[in-house]
């Protein structure tokens, strides 16, 4: 069984939250667009991403939300969490 964590933050948030869920064990991240925003041909060696990011996380193992939230202070950074466990 796995776990994806699902995410939205700001773009200021990406990398804190990217950071809390590796060190909780993500097995692999995903970052893509929470709103209509194109991000066009980025100059050599950025990495931009979005105003509003929508970051998943694939877990092998269950994760406590309440420990996310306490490792990314969720309340503070993100205006969505959800949990699904994909069977």
């Known amino acids: 069984d796995w776990q994806q964590i699902s995410v939205v933050t700001s773009e200021a948030s990406c990398e804190t939250v990217a950071e809390a869920l590796t060190a909780l064990g993500a097995v692999s991240i995903t970052f893509s667009d929470a709103e209509d925003q194109p991000v066009y041909e980025p100059p050599p060696g950025s990495h931009p991403v979005w105003n509003k990011t929508a970051i998943r996380a694939l877990f092998e193992k269950p994760v406590s939300l309440g420990t ?15 949990s699904h466990l994909n069977l």
Request: charged share 35%.
């Open 68 to 82: 996310l939230r306490e490792s990314v202070q969720i309340e503070e950074h993100t205006s969505e969490l959800q």
